[in-house]
Each structure stands twice: as structure tokens, then as C-alpha cells.
């Protein structure tokens, strides 16, 4: 039986006030307009889409646009998204990664699919491909200086600390070997150019280096960022022992602060304004050629207000040359650096950016990370 249009548009609106139904159930999006009448959840348009790939498993439909009868509105009051979480999610690991409506599609989807097609979180079983503390396997990798994509094996292994990759089939010895002490990933397909790229970081002598990856399987490059982030926090449990997993979460993998291009002068200034492509990893300001380049040209260490450290907007007024219209100041102990950015826009997210890690006062490991810049030859 269909309702009058009256006495369903209340009933929706009931629904919607109960308690965890005004975000989505998959990314928490504010004021969910679909429901899934199969599973009893209500998304937002976004997952909706992605609910639509799993037709076997969920139907959906506009709350607001499609016509409902009482039986699908029963079934999703008598569920909602409370129940539905403490049944889809009831042993989610604490280092896996629970995206948000920030994330790229790729993460979302595989989040849907592995609640409620794979039900990976109702049985500790299904979650072998990621809590094993050993995985191995090929990605496509880009190669260093060519920029192409090649086959390549890789091993992470919790026992020995590592995440590395092998060049050629038989070789014994890796071509890479990253610490997980100092390894971080992060998907970026827009960057990368694929919906499935991974953008794995490390330091090599002090200095950041990229590896970009993918696999044509979503699931499979998400196992993969999964069993980095169950290393990663199990080596920070180990590193900073009595620290609570709400502390070590944050610090498993990091998203960067901001990344685009400015334009940035040398200490002499005589060379003019260049443009770079710009990442913002917590206290280290990168700089590369290309966003795909495998290691940073240079990198600035940002400290916090207490050590010395402040963001202004605008440049100096004796700065010659043609550059970007809207400068950036960051003074720091030793010199100040000027930066230049395209748009209002770019400089209101870099000034934000750094001004958050300005006014976040420095941690004791930070110190040496600082020391080590200021001694860089
Ligand atoms: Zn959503």
C-alpha cells in the first residue's frame, strides 16, 4: 500500500530524528536523503551511488522523490542506522580505516562493501587479509624517473619491521627496503591519475621519499593500506608504550594538511620566484618539480609560535620579479621564507595549513626533526 503524501512525509521526518539517522551510515555526511530498504539504513547520495553497485545485497531509494510503502518504512524504523552499525561494524579492527565523506570514492566503497557484502566485520575470519601481520604481492609501481607503471613485488613484514618491493622476480635482495617506523600511505587518486593510486611515503636519511602505487583490484589496494596501518600501529604501541589507541590512531597514517602549487624564492633571491608543486605533511613544508617526483627538492620545517615561528600573508615590499600575486611569509628563527600563490583561495588553505602547525605546540621528537634542518648542509 502506498502512503498519502501527507502522512509519509511525516513518518520520514520521524525517521530521520531518530537517534544516529541524521548522518549517513557509511560516511556520516549531514542529513542523509536515500535509504537502503534492505539493509534498513539511511545514506547520503553519494553512498547511495555505491549502494546501487551491490544491487544482490542492498536496494535503495530516495526518501524524499520515490514513492514508499509501509512494510520498507517498518523495516528501516525497526533497524536505523544505530542497529545497523552494531551489527555491520560490531568487531571493526581499531587500526582499520573508517573513511568520511572526505575520502575518495574508492575508500567509501570499499567500506560499504566490506560491512555488508563481505561482512568482514561480523567475523574476526574475514579479516585475515589485513591482520596477518605479513602480506605479499604485486602492485604496479611508478618507476622513479620514467614514470612507468611496472609490476612489482611486494612484501610488508610486521616480524622484521618492513614494507619492500623487488625489481626483478628472482631477485634475493630488495631493491627498497622502508621502515614502518617512518612509513605513511595515503590514497591520491586525482594525483596519481587512478581511482586505485596509493601514495606510500617514507624517510631515507632524514629525507622524504614517494612511492606510488596501485592495483586494478579495490580491494586488494585497500587490504594493502589496511595491513600498513595494523603495522604501523602496532609498531607505535610497541614505540610508545601506555599511550591509548585514541592517542596512536591519529599518527598510523596522516592525510596531508594541503598540497598544490606555489611559487617560492631562494634565501638570495636573486634567482626569482619558481613554481613547485607543494605538500604539507604535519611539520614538513615539501617541495617537488612534479607532484609525481620520487624525492622532495628541499623541505622547511615548520615549528610552533613558541619556538619562533609565524605565517603572514603578503611579501616583503622590496621583493623584485614577476611572480604570483599573493605572497606568504613564514619567518623561522634562521631566515623567513616567501611564497607565492595563484588565487586568494590557495593562499587562505595555505595559511591555514600553516597556521595550524604554528599554534600546535612542538612534541619532544619533534625537536630533533627541527635540529636535524637546522644542521642540514
Ligand atoms: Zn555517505
Known amino acids: 500500500m ?3 503524501s501527507e502522512s509519509l512525509r ?4 520521524q525517521l530521520l530524528e531518530k537517534p544516529g539517522n541524521g548522518n549517513c551510515a ?3 555526511a549531514a542529513d542523509p536523503e536515500w535509504a537502503s530498504y534492505t539493509l534498513g539504513v539511511l545514506v547520503c547520495h553519494t553512498c547511495s551511488g555505491l549502494h546501487r553497485n551491490i544491487p544482490q545485497i542492498s536496494k535503495v531509494k530516495s526518501l524524499l522523490l520515490d514513492p514508499w510503502n509501509s512494510s520498507e518504512l517498518e523495516f528501516i524504523d525497526s533497524m536505523g542506522n544505530n542497529a545497523a552499525k552494531a551489527k555491520y561494524e560490531n568487531i571493526v579492527p581499531a587500526f582499520y580505516y573508517c573513511p568520511t565523506y572526505r575520502d575518495c570514492l574508492l575508500l567509501k ?16 575470519e574475514r579479516q585475515e587479509a589485513y591482520s596477518a601481520g605479513y ?9 622513479r624517473d620514467n614514470g612507468q607503471y611496472l609490476s612489482r613485488k611486494f612484501i610488508l613484514s610486521e616480524r622484521e619491521g618492513v614494507l619492500k618491493y623487488f ?8 631493491k627498497a627496503t622502508l621502515k614502518i617506523s617512518s612509513v605513511n600511505a595515503a590514497f591520491q587518486p586525482d594525483k596519481i591519475g587512478t581511482a586505485h593510486g596509493l601514495q606510500i611515503t617514507y624517510l631515507k636519511d632524514n629525507s622524504t621519499r614517494n612511492v606510488f602505487v596501485y592495483h586494478e583490484d579495490g580491494k586488494e589496494i585497500v587490504d594493502w593500506f589496511n595491513t600498513i596501518r595494523a603495522a604501523r600501529l602496532h609498531y607505535l604501541q610497541v614505540a610508545f608504550p601506555g599511550a591509548s589507541n585514541s592517542e596512536l590512531l591519529p599518527k598510523v ?3 596531508f594538511l594541503n598540497e598544490g602549487y606555489m611559487e617560492k624564492t631562494g634565501p638570495k633571491r636573486t634567482e626569482g620566484f619558481k613554481k613547485r608543486w607543494f605538500t604539507m605533511d604535519d611539520r614538513r613544508l615539501m617541495y617537488f618539480k612534479d607532484p609525481l617526483d620520487a624525492f622532495a627538492r628541499g623541505e622547511v620545517f615548520i615549528g610552533s609560535k613558541g ?19 599573493y605572497g606568504i611569509t613564514i619567518m623561522t628563527p634562521d631566515r623567513s621564507f616567501l611564497f607565492a600563490c595563484e588565487t586568494v583561495k590557495d593562499q587562505k588553505d595555505w595559511m591555514a595549513a600553516f597556521q595550524l602547525i604554528i599554534n600546535r605546540p612542538m612534541l619532544p621528537q619533534e625537536y630533533a626533526v627541527e635540529a636535524y634542518f637546522k644542521h642540514k648542509p
Open 135 to 143: 602480506k605479499e604481492g604485486f602492485l604496479w609501481k611508478r618507476g
Open 167 to 174: 625489481n626483478k622476480l628472482d631477485a634475493k635482495e630488495p
Open 307 to 325: 619556538n619562533g615561528y609565524s605565517v603572514l600573508p603578503g611579501l616583503p615590499s622590496n621583493i623584485q620579479g614577476n611572480h604570483w600575486l
Open 109 to 124: 566503497e570499499q567500506w560499504i562493501r566490506a560491512k555488508y557484502e563481505r561482512k568482514e566485520f561480523m567475523c574476526v
Open 26 to 28: 557509511d560516511c556520516k
Open 10 to 13: 511525516l513518518r520520514i521526518k
Open 253 to 255: 597514517t596522516r592525510n
Open 2 to 4: 502506498d502512503l498519502g
